[in-house]
């Protein structure tokens, strides 16, 4: 019994601990004197990873999932004969809600998979401690680009899955369904607002990036370097990263468009 | 060669994610980029606003000519007090205009008609519009209907 108690406590403080180096990691990589000259082309090439390699599935995934928005609302909004609110419903939940959840979904399996096998496997390789040898902090080095990018690529990534999942259902309903073009686009532009629906959409696709590109960093670096290790930081990352995006997800609604 | 192709990549990314923005922004969420300040507000006073809201269109013979900015109650006289923002090329509403909450089709969006007078001076920013009619409550519709017949 009282083992039990014990093995829960530390449990717990592991979690603790683990946030801790978490919160270390990140202050210790973002917070030093900028260095743009060396910083600048790591960047570039961590953007081109985990943003530009990810645009194929975004744009693919985002023309779906508005498609079948449009033929879902449209099936459901004919019987009340106002077809034409399915503009409005595919561009309110896709800027409101399914741009950024979804995105932050799928670039978490995407990027933040490969973000945590790469620097796990850099650590199992003692590619990591070689740096630490000839002075350069991998945390500057290794760790600070990749969570640059990650922060840079998500909302412009959820951006362009709205605005591509908005352009599918725009075609379902309009070429396909024959719904008026006119009452398409003006029933949308007079039900979405800028600040209101896009912008704070961009503000949860943002804090998406930071959750996700820092989980899936942290998960990394900290993992047990053995092949065994890393395979379960990867599940880890995935895992974590869509639970806290999900419960992130319901807090930010409630507080942008809930009246909690 | 490699370093070059990642960078023409990232700019190709970053391009396209400030073109869905800009359509967003103006394709989807219909901002408009002339300046807010141009407008003059007109306010009006109704007995019952219905399911009038803000934003809602604010048309002459059916041509949108502004936008409801904000419903409020007039304290003083205990009635729904609507502020709209008119375009400012729109200066010639005369002062005895007025104001009715109509509805598009039977079950659509509500949105404020404006009728114009006779009067020479038109309306200015901050001006009240004096003549107004309620919204169409269907409820108040159905119960003069029963008054009546009952008084029959």
Known sequence: MLNQFGSLGRAMLDRLAGIGRAGGVVWQSLVAKPTPVVMFPLLLKQIYFVGVLSLVIIIVSGLFIG???????????????????????????LVRELAPVVTALLFAGRAGSALTAEIGLMKATEQLSSLEMIGVDPLRRIVAPRLWAGFICMPVLAIIFAMVGIWGGALVSIEWLG??????????????????DVLNGVIKAIVFGIVVTWIAVFQGYDCVPTSEGISQATTRTVVYSSLAVLALDFILTALMFGDL | ???????????????????????????????????????????????????????????????????????????????ALVTMDIYSDIDYLSIDSSAKILTAGLLGEQYIGISVGFEEDSLKDGDYIDDTQSALVLEDLIGKFLFNKVNN
């Open chain 1, 67 to 93: 498609m079948v928005l449009g033929l879902q609302g449209y099936t459901i909004l004919v019987d009340y004969g106002s077809e034409q609110a399915v503009g409005q419903m595919v561009a309110l939940s």
């Open chain 1, 179 to 196: 719904i008026f073009e006119g009452s398409f686009w003006s029933n949308m532009q007079n039900s979405v607002d800028f600040s209101e």
């Open chain 2, 1 to 79: 060669m490699r370093m070059r192709w990642i960078e023409i990549m990232v700019g190709f990314f970053m391009v396209l994610g400030v073109l869905a923005l800009l359509g967003l922004a103006l394709n989807v969420s219909g901002l408009k980029l002339s300046a807010q300040q141009d407008d003059y507000t007109v306010h009006a006073r109704f007995e019952n606003i219905g399911g009038l809201t803000s934003r809602a269109k604010v048309t002459l013979s059916g041509v949108q000519i502004g936008e409801v900015k904000s419903i409020k109650i007039d304290t003083q006289r205990l009635v």
